[in-house]
């Protein structure tokens, strides 16, 4: 029987909400007015010769600044020694004013409207229909920073990081680009051996910060061309999401998800990871939660197959990390036994980011000489059937719990059957890094009071052991003066 696949999933907002619209827009050749020949509009001016544009300066003479006597000296703008005047904005592409009053302001900006010409008024917001962004030059890369006005200083501290992020080479690998652009469109067609080619270029130029010599050219053409007789073949990457928190995303799962077609994305994954994917990915939600209606296995292994089958770079996204209870395995069997390529980006997991949140060492050289991650959960809905309690009871390690939220009371049954102390500390927390986070301490016999206090809802993950003592305690002795509920009001002990 033939199983129908998930339609595209609507719930992630693919743009966020924009304050303006950047839009690059060609001035080659096109006449733009600028009226007043101070400083502020001789930057202005200079900009816009920059792009290409024919820059007419309405100015009486002794008007005119330095700066801009300099800028009609080099005959990069022309002077039209005389006020502006409706008239100037015919055949005009673009209107720039530097204006002392509002009501000279005004009046520009009512003109050049009437004459269906986009328009500035210097440092008026009111009367501007358009603004200049804080900008990085590598043309023919340009970046450009807006703050919609509100943070000036914070668009040039923007701009300041960017420039450190941006070799002064790109601007030489920009221009390759273009002129390797025509001979790749006749090798390529247009998709996926397209960005492939696109993608190699991109690891050479970023990868280095010289410009690019005359072997780079040949090496790149010759790429097309393998690529070109390539069969077109997708693949899948499993990459790890992290616990919630999209600032904990390797660099490397960023970057399979901005080259994805396809992603197939868990119940768990957070939106603000969603964000950063490409715009253009079909996404698709696969999640599997406990206690609610799920999408089988085998029909996920079934999507994966016949995406990369059909030429798709595919990204199963998971939650954590894919390789910690996450049947990865499952998915990588399938996928090698169909031929498929397959890749592993690891996540951070989420005991190693409640480790962090509780600013407790998960192995103390004195207390925990082994950490073991343990699942709490089944196929069958029950404690797997598998696991030495004895062995689990034992002192110094610490035991995290993976999806034991609903089995805690036989958790801690089990454990106290098998010797470990009801007085033994433990760690609970919710919705790891995220903003409904919970967290609890307390002693073992407390925990499925503390778990249901906190609720299953959301993923439970369990710590035990004595680390979540000494975690705390160290902490105190440092910052007696600071209190739990001060450090971390989600983590406050409740017993």
Known sequence: MRRKSLPPSDSPERIAPLAKLPVFWSLTHKRVVVAGGSDAAAWKAELLAACGARVEVYCEPHDVSETMQALIAEEKVSLKPQPWAISVFEGASLALADCEGEDEARAFFCAARTAGVPVNVIDKPAFCQFQFGSIVNRSPVVVSISTDGAAPILAQAIRQRIETLLPPALKDWAQLARQLREAVNLRLAPGQPRRTFWETFVDRCMGSNRAPADSDSEDLLKAAERIASAPATGSVTLVG???????????????????????????????????????????????????????????????????????????????????????????????????????????????????????????????????????????????????????????????????????????????????????????????????????????????????????????????????????????????????????????????
């Open 241 to 495: 999401a992290g616990p919630g928190d999209a600032e904990l995303l390797t660099l490397k799962a960023m970057r399979s998800l901005q080259s994805a077609d396809v992603i197939l994305f868990d119940d768990l994954v957070s939106q603000e990871v969603l964000e950063l994917a490409r715009r253009e990915a079909k996404r698709f939600l696969v999640g599997k939660r406990g206690g609610r209606e799920s999408c089988k296995q085998d029909d996920i292994n079934d999507m994966m197959v016949r995406f990369a089958k059909a030429g798709k770079r595919v990204v199963r996204l998971k939650s954590g990390d894919p390789m910690i209870f996450g049947r990865a395995g499952e998915e990588i069997a399938r996928l090698e036994a169909e031929g498929i390529a397959v890749e592993i980006v690891p996540g951070i997991t989420s005991a190693s980011a409640m480790a962090a949140r509780l600013k407790t060492s998960l192995t103390h050289r004195d207390h925990a000489q082994q950490v073991r991650f343990v699942t709490g959960h089944s196929r069958h809905s029950e404690l797997p059937a598998t696991l030495d309690w004895a062995s689990l009871a034992q002192p110094n390690q610490t035991t995290m719990f993976y999806m034991g939220g609903r089995m805690v009371g036989r958790i801690e049954q089990r454990l106290r059957e098998a010797g470990m102390s009801a007085e033994t500390p433990v760690a609970v927390m919710s919705a790891v890094s995220r903003e409904n986070e919970r967290g609890w301490r307390g002693p073992l016999h407390a925990l499925p009071a503390a778990v249901r206090d906190i609720g299953t809802d959301e993923p439970v993950l369990i710590g035990i052991g004595e680390v979540f003592a000494q975690g705390a305690q160290v902490r105190a002795q440092y910052s007696s003066h600071v209190s739990s509920e001060t450090v971390a009001p989600a983590l406050a002990a409740t017993a």
